[in-house]
């Protein structure tokens, strides 16, 4: 039984020592995986730094004044009251404002727009207006749309479709951007998108196959009407 007792104490010796082994790396992994969790916590933040720096600092006139509305209203609310004394008041300020704004959202001319409003119109610019009868149907109201093809168009929105809306001159706006902004996605040029408005896209592909383009009165009198606003304000 003596003898065993070295052998005892050496083994308790053992224990302990890889006890204490065991518990110093436990602390040390504890250690590592915190000091982990705040590296990467601080290139987190050194990250979000960095982007609010490149946006204030990367070309003010561009990120600032571009995107501020108190530098972008100006320009917004003389645009809207171009069209409104060009339209002799016909064309509201209410509504002229709210196309300036959808165009910027869509990327899409306003004048463009707007000069489509007036052909569809006649120059009146008459919400309830109701279209001669066709073969298709009656359009209707400011962007004359037909009731075969408002609601798709509306559903492609995510907008809500009522025949009575069709005469809310800000929900046939609305539609006028959907289809024009999908149209030109479709064919890419403003020539076919806007003859596909007028005519439908079945229309359109008829009037390219009898005169081998898609320039048509209509198309050709919006671009260049739109085009001479913009030279105009331009110039300054």
């Known amino acids: 039984m003596a003898r065993m007792k070295p052998y005892a104490n050496m083994f308790l010796v053992f224990v302990y020592i890889t006890l204490c082994f065991m518990l110093m790396l436990y602390f040390y992994k504890e250690r590592t995986e915190a000091l982990e969790s705040e590296n990467k916590q601080l290139a987190d933040q050194n990250q979000q730094l960095k982007s609010e720096n490149d946006y204030l600092t990367s070309s003010p006139e561009d990120s600032q004044k571009k995107k501020n509305g108190y530098y972008v209203w100006p320009e917004l609310d003389q645009m809207a009251q171009k069209m409104v004394s060009e339209s002799d008041g016909r064309f509201k300020k209410s509504w002229a404002l709210y196309l300036v704004k959808e165009s910027k959202r869509y990327d899409i001319d306003p004048y463009l727009v707007y000069e489509l409003l007036k052909v569809e119109t006649g120059n009146t610019f008459n919400p309830k207006l109701v279209g001669p009868p066709t073969k298709y149907g009656r359009a209707y109201g400011m962007s004359q749309f037909m009731k075969n093809t408002a609601p798709w168009i509306a559903e492609m929105g995510g907008l809500p479709y009522k025949e009575e809306l069709l005469f809310d001159p800000y929900y046939s706006m609305q539609l006028s951007f959907i289809y ?46 739109a085009k001479s606003h913009d030279a105009v304000a331009a110039a300054q």
Do not use: F, V
């Not at 024009?180 to 592909?205: I, K, Q, S, V």
């Open 180 to 225: 024009l902004d999908y149209l030109h996605h479709e064919y890419g040029n403003w020539d076919e998108a806007l003859t596909a408005y007028h005519r439908g896209m079945g229309g359109l592909e008829q009037y390219k196959e009898e005169h081998g383009h898609a320039k048509s009165w209509y198309a050709e009198k919006i671009q260049r009407k």
